[in-house]
């Protein structure tokens, strides 16, 4: 049977367009009914062109994205999709946004697969060490606001009388439950204020 060629486009919402993903495929003349078109997150791969498209490619066959990205929400899972389609399924893939990213043999010597596979452990690579130095960014900028006394969070509300009302409660002229309703607060916003308080 003769090799396929296969279509795949996700966009992440219903309200948003696959036309540029669509015109991208185009050039490659792939027939209808092998353009798989999911309108969903790619937070999982619980999607149904996804599955069917998984269910009808063989080995041989040859997958054509627009982007890398079109695959999964991260390189972990990009990377996850692209060994089983790779390895499992033994298809090819086309990333047209980046041409290295092609599985079909170049030569004799040296594969596509192999190629492609060592540029997208580059990028798996490159994101992973962007997303821990942003992180660590994150923490040195907190520390360093922190040290200068700069308050995270939102600023607590200034509550007239506040003293006065706890000094009423603590002399058991009035309950919790009043003392929090004269606050403004529920009783265990209360409880939490006074103890704060207390301890700064």
């Known amino acids: 049977m003769k090799n396929q060629t296969y279509g795949y486009v996700r966009v992440s919402s219903k309200d948003q367009n696959e036309a540029r993903q669509m015109e991208a495929l185009a050039p490659?003349?792939?027939?209808?009914?092998?353009?798989?078109?999911?309108?969903?997150?790619?937070?999982?791969?619980?999607?149904?062109?996804?599955?069917?498209?998984?269910?009808?490619?063989?080995?041989?066959?040859?997958?054509?994205?627009?982007?890398?990205?079109?695959?999964?929400?991260?390189?972990?899972?990009?990377?996850?999709?692209?060994?089983?389609?790779?390895?499992?399924?033994?298809?090819?893939?086309?990333?047209?946004?980046?041409?290295?990213?092609?599985?079909?043999?170049?030569?004799?010597?040296?594969?596509?697969?192999?190629?492609?596979?060592?540029?997208?452990?580059?990028?798996?690579?490159?994101?992973?060490?962007?997303?821990?130095?942003?992180?660590?960014?994150?923490?040195e900028g907190i520390a360093c606001a922190k040290a200068k006394g700069i308050h995270f969070g939102r600023n607590e509300r200034e509550i007239p009388a506040f003293d006065d009302i706890v000094q009423l409660w603590r002399d058991n002229r009035i309950t919790a439950t009043e003392a929090a309703r004269r606050c403004g607060l529920t009783r265990q916003g209360f409880y939490k204020r006074v103890k704060k308080r207390k301890s700064s």
């Open 28 to 139: 490659y003349a792939i027939p209808d009914g092998n353009i798989f078109i999911d309108k969903k997150s790619g937070k999982d791969f619980a999607r149904p062109a996804w599955r069917q498209l998984m269910k009808q490619i063989k080995a041989g066959d040859l997958l054509i994205v627009k982007s890398i990205d079109r695959l999964g929400r991260n390189y972990d899972d990009i990377i996850e999709q692209w060994q089983l389609l790779t390895k499992e399924k033994k298809a090819n893939i086309l990333v047209l946004d980046m041409p290295l990213l092609d599985t079909r043999t170049k030569g004799k010597d040296l594969t596509g697969t192999f190629i492609s596979d060592l540029v997208l452990q580059i990028l798996s690579y490159v994101a992973q060490t962007e997303r821990e130095n942003i992180r660590q960014r994150q923490v």
